[in-house]
């Protein structure tokens, strides 16, 4: 007889990170990961990803949410999948949730590339934004960074739609997985700043 055992999933809450500031009455992103090796791409389908907080209701479905925390406090932000056979995980974060300045950051979202797309090491990409100022001020200044495994951040553009090649600017040469973060920075007139981030994970066997 063969014994099929299910193992249980992973998941993991990549923004927002543990102790981050979020205004209270703002919209704000969410994101989060799953590992599953019983599962087509190794990942749970996105529907089977719940997120919770004590600090928002009614809960939220998906890899990437937006919600809104309405009061000031230090809340617990919960993530939970479960894959089909009723296998279940959760991570959680605690976030600080703060009184709204009268002015308000620029909202920033990276809308290419998806977080944790398939990217080749020699494969051109475009980094693209979705950014708006809520008072309208004008002109935003865009910049993007990478960082590899946590190394200090290299610069590879302004503006939007900017054209990139990770072998550009790291050496893929060696086995081994490489985490590449991609920093979205938007700056308005006043000098308020806001970045989102996306992860690449690129993983070489010779």
């Given at each position: 007889?063969?014994t099929?055992?299910?193992?249980?999933?992973?998941?993991e809450?990549?923004?927002?990170?543990?102790g981050?500031?979020i205004?209270?009455?703002v919209?704000?992103?969410?994101?989060?990961?799953?590992f599953d090796?019983?599962?087509?791409?190794?990942?749970?389908?996105?529907?089977a990803?719940e997120?919770?907080?004590d600090?928002f209701?009614?809960?939220?479905?998906?890899?990437?949410v937006?919600?809104?925390?309405?009061?000031?406090?230090?809340?617990?932000?919960m993530?939970?999948?479960?894959?089909?056979?009723?296998?279940?995980?959760?991570?959680?974060v605690?976030?600080?949730?703060?009184?709204?300045?009268?002015?308000?950051p620029?909202?920033?979202?990276?809308?290419?590339?998806?977080?944790?797309?398939p990217?080749?090491r020699?494969?051109?990409?475009?980094l693209?934004?979705?950014?708006?100022?809520?008072?309208?001020?004008a002109?935003?200044i865009?910049t993007w960074?990478?960082?590899?495994?946590?190394?200090p951040?290299i610069?590879?553009?302004?503006?939007?739609?900017?054209?990139?090649?990770?072998?550009?600017?790291?050496?893929?040469?060696s086995e081994?997985?490489y985490?590449?973060?991609?920093?979205?920075?938007?700056?308005?007139?006043s000098?308020?700043?806001?970045?989102?981030?996306?992860?690449l994970?690129?993983i070489?066997?010779n």
């Open positions: 007889d063969v099929v055992v299910n193992s249980p999933p992973t998941v809450i990549t923004k927002p990170l543990a981050d500031e205004f209270a009455g919209p704000v992103v969410l994101r989060g990961t799953s090796l019983n599962e087509p791409g190794a990942t749970l389908d996105c529907a990803l997120w919770t907080s600090g209701t009614p809960p939220l479905t998906g890899c990437e937006e919600a809104t925390f309405p009061s000031p406090g230090t809340w617990t932000l993530l939970t999948g479960a894959d089909p056979q009723g296998a279940a995980a959760m991570a959680s605690n976030v600080t949730v703060v009184e709204a300045p009268p002015d308000l620029p909202s920033v979202l990276i809308t290419s590339p998806e977080n944790l797309q990217v080749g020699d494969e051109e990409i475009v693209s934004g979705d950014v708006s100022d809520p008072e309208g001020q002109p935003v865009l960074t990478v960082s590899l495994n946590d190394l951040e610069q590879v553009g302004t503006g939007n739609n900017v054209p990139w090649t990770p072998s550009d600017t790291y050496d893929f040469s081994g997985i985490d590449v973060t991609i920093t979205l920075t938007a700056e308005d007139p000098g308020n700043t806001a970045n989102d981030f996306v992860l994970r690129f070489i066997i």
